[in-house]
């Protein structure tokens, strides 16, 4: 399994060599808020109602003394934004309180934070601070176990089985080459079987179209950011 893993790994990283994050943002912060926003949400979205936000908020303190319509109005479309805009206000005040305005580049302090996840503390430890960090969102969870990575359902559980088959310097180009090719080809409910590099290894090859014609029709080009 280990083998098949990391040839699979390779293959990822020939299709996707620009493979990254695509939330935009430019410092921990931003892509703390920015993933929090991007909970049911796609990235697209959240990068077309960060610029207005973030140049609204600049810091932790901003955003603890937000006047919460405000900042449900700009996060509105986004979705869920009562409860995000808690999340970010909460977030804010507990960065100003407990870090001095910073925000923390440990998984342990992350997830203590309001809305903080180990999914988003992994998006902002490997994307922000350069810390390997495994990111399973639906993306991830549905690949690996197509390619019989794993059999957790578990986000947790996943993480942790897949750290094992991977050294921690491949963690976060890893999220990203598999999200990357669950967004383009590998979909949920018809992959694109046929036109997919990684068919030979893959034992979920045929739950989607395996005629190459049929399977390019069914690939999304991207970008999603």
């Not at 808020?33 to 077309?48: E, G, M």
Request: contains cysteine; hydrophobic residues 40%; proline residues 6%.
């Amino acid at each position: 399994m280990v083998r098949r893993a990391r040839r699979i790994n390779r293959e990822l990283t020939l299709l996707y060599p620009d493979a990254h994050c695509e939330l935009d943002f430019t410092d921990p912060l931003e892509l703390l808020v920015a993933t929090i926003l991007s909970a049911q949400c796609t990235d697209k979205r959240v990068n077309a109602v960060t610029p207005v936000l973030f140049a609204r908020y600049r810091t932790a303190a901003d955003y603890a003394a937000a006047d919460r319509e405000e900042l449900e109005e700009i996060i509105r479309s986004t979705g869920f934004f009562r409860a995000k805009a808690n999340s970010i206000i909460g977030l804010g005040q507990e960065l100003c309180a407990r870090y001095g305005g910073e925000v923390p580049g440990r998984l342990r302090d992350l997830v203590t934070l309001p809305g903080v996840g180990r999914k988003t503390a992994n998006v902002v430890l490997g994307n922000a601070f350069g810390v390997p960090g495994i990111t399973v969102d639906t993306h991830f969870g549905r690949l690996v176990r197509r390619f019989g990575w794993t059999r957790e359902t578990d986000p947790v559980k996943v993480e942790h089985e897949i750290a094992e088959l991977f050294p921690p310097k491949d963690w976060t180009m890893l999220s990203h080459r598999v999200i990357w090719h669950g967004r383009r080809i590998c979909h949920a409910r018809r992959p694109a079987c046929g036109a997919c590099a990684l068919a030979h290894w893959c034992p979920a090859f045929g739950e989607g179209p395996t005629d190459e014609a049929a399977a390019r029709k069914l690939v999304r080009p991207g970008p999603f950011s």
